[in-house]
């Protein structure tokens, strides 16, 4: 369990370097649009990753809950941050992969609507 926070603490310094390259490195070569859509995939990423280390932490819900919310999450912060990463800083084009963001937004979804579920459901 200490394994996996120090996994996510360490992405969330890589957030935060990257955040910071964005804001100082990236103004100048990426134009408003794509650096609007860099600064989402920051804030997506780490405010998934707070929830990460959140649910890691969390003593009242089963070890099969985190690993599922861990793969949801984890998932979808690859799948969309990652994605627009990929296509903001190289020449990728996101229209041959144009589904993978999206995909990635589901699973976050997911992973917020099947942690729902689960209080929901303690609550009956």
């Given at each position: 369990?200490?394994?996996t926070?120090?996994?996510?603490s ?65 998932l ?17 084009s996101?229209?041959s ?19 729902a579920y689960?209080?929901f459901?303690?609550?009956q």
């Amino acid at each position: 369990m200490n394994r996996t926070k120090g996994i996510i603490s360490f992405f969330g310094g890589v957030t935060v370097i990257m955040g910071a390259m964005g804001s100082h490195a990236l103004e100048k070569t990426l134009s408003q649009s794509d650096l609007k859509a860099y600064e989402t995939a920051i804030y997506y990423q780490m405010f998934h990753l707070i929830l990460l280390l959140w649910v890691n932490s969390q003593t009242a819900l089963s070890a099969k809950l985190v690993k599922r919310l861990n793969v949801l999450f984890g998932l979808g912060i690859l799948f969309f941050s990652g994605s627009i990463f990929l296509f903001k800083l190289t020449s990728l084009s996101a229209k041959s992969l144009w589904f993978i963001t999206p995909l990635g937004g589901i699973l976050l979804i997911g992973g917020w609507f099947y942690l729902a579920y689960t209080y929901f459901k303690q609550t009956q």
